[in-house]
């Protein structure tokens, strides 16, 4: 039985328990990893530290920096997943597990020889409101890193034939914790700590990203490498 009052968003407690600790969440993904020790992983780090140091870790699934990263485009979960079934490409219909999916998703990109995407720049905008989740929000530093990210992840869609209805309305963003607990239980503190660490990101001009791959998970501890894009 959890010890406080859970936070409403069902999503969360698909990958983790009441208690923090990560359930088994399998698909794949396209992400870029924080580049380790480096002045992104850093802060993002103390942001953790410093949420621990004042008593609110139970609060939040926290995630290792070894996983710090921004995702580029979404790929396919498990199909055993509430709703991810019909999210799958005709191409893929006859395929029930995931290991042979990202096989055959790994092949077509390969084939497709995908021109790579320029070195991401992107700037942190704001922490979010720790009633939401411990989350960076992120965007392109000009329009021209825009347009050529736009390109790229419109690459990935239309080679992998994956519908996303929120493809041209993401939101980019580098998460370090979901909330467990009801917002209202540090309803003091989850503006103040926002616009806190919001200063601390912003810090920081452009993001230390490594450059995007094709990834998979078992959950959200950490997302392998399967293919470099």
């Known amino acids: ?19 923090g600790v990560a359930k088994r969440h ?42 710090y ?5 979404p790929g396919l979960k498990d199909r055993a997943i509430q709703g991810e079934s019909g999210k799958w490409p005709g ?3 006859g395929v029930m597990d995931l290991p042979t999916a990202v096989s055959m998703m790994r092949q077509r990109l390969a084939e497709a020889d995908i021109a790579p995407v320029p070195d991401l720049r992107m700037r942190p905008t704001h922490v979010y409101d720790l009633g939401v989740s411990l989350t ?3 965007e392109p530093v000009d329009d021209q890193m825009a347009n050529e990210l736009h390109l790229f992840r419109s690459t990935l869609r239309d080679v992998l034939e ?3 209805p929120g493809f041209d309305t993401y939101l980019f963003h580098s998460s370090l914790g979901y909330r467990l607990s009801a917002p209202e239980l540090t309803s003091d503190l989850n503006a103040e700590l926002a616009e806190l660490y919001t ?4 810090e920081i001009e ?24």
Not at 1 to 19: C, G, H, I, R, V
Not at 33 to 40: G, K, L
Not at 69 to 73: D, E, G, R, W, Y
Not at 199 to 202: A, D, P
């Open 91 to 93: 191409w893929l219909s």
């Open 1 to 19: 039985m959890a010890k406080f009052p859970l936070d409403s968003n069902p999503q969360t407690f698909e990958k983790f328990t009441a208690e």
């Open 26 to 67: 399998r698909g794949s993904t396209f992400v870029a990893h924080v580049v380790p020790d480096s002045p992104t992983y850093e802060v993002e780090k103390r942001i953790q530290d410093d949420v621990r140091s004042r008593g609110l870790a139970e609060h939040f699934g926290l995630l290792p920096p070894s996983s």
């Open 69 to 73: 990263h921004m995702t580029v485009f």
């Open 162 to 164: 994956i519908s996303d």
């Open 206 to 229: 452009v993001f230390d990203l490594e450059r995007p791959a094709f990834n998979i998970f078992n959950d959200m501890l950490a997302f392998p490498e399967v293919l470099p894009l």
């Open 199 to 202: 200063e601390w990101v912003r």
């Open 136 to 138: 960076v929000g992120l």
